[in-house]
Nanobody
């Protein structure tokens, strides 16, 4: 009914840049917040950055100053601009959204949705 589609991952060299995109689709009324998480092999999934509908952001210290999260509410899309990438940034990046989905009778249902993930690999 509702889903997230990530794109923009890939292989880049140390110091390179990537821009991730996540588009929400389906039957929903609104998106309360969206964010990015990442998980490297053998590590826990960690928060990278979040943004609420009003524009306030929260960015992890490990990426602060290098990554920027932004949101296009009209397009139901969240972006993660990643600059000065390092090998330690290598991970699967997951999009997450807190959405108010549309139920069968038109009621609003708060729904938490994860994307499938997109691989980011930074070579030395």
């Amino acid at each position: 009914q509702v889903q997230l589609a990530e794109s923009g991952g890939g292989l880049v060299q140390d110091g390179g840049s990537l821009r991730l995109s996540c588009v929400a689709s389906g039957r929903f009324f609104s998106i309360e917040s969206m964010g990015w998480y990442r998980q490297a092999p053998g590590n826990q999934r960690e928060l990278v950055a979040t943004i609420v509908s009003g524009g306030d952001t929260n960015v992890a210290d490990s990426v602060k100053g290098r990554f920027t999260i932004s949101r296009d509410n009209a397009a139901n899309t969240v972006y993660l601009q990643m600059n000065s990438l390092r090998p330690e940034d290598t991970a699967v990046y997951y999009c997450h959204a807190d959405m108010v989905a549309r139920g069968y009778y038109g009621e609003g249902i708060e729904t938490y949705v994860w994307g499938q993930g997109t691989q980011v690999t930074v070579s030395s």
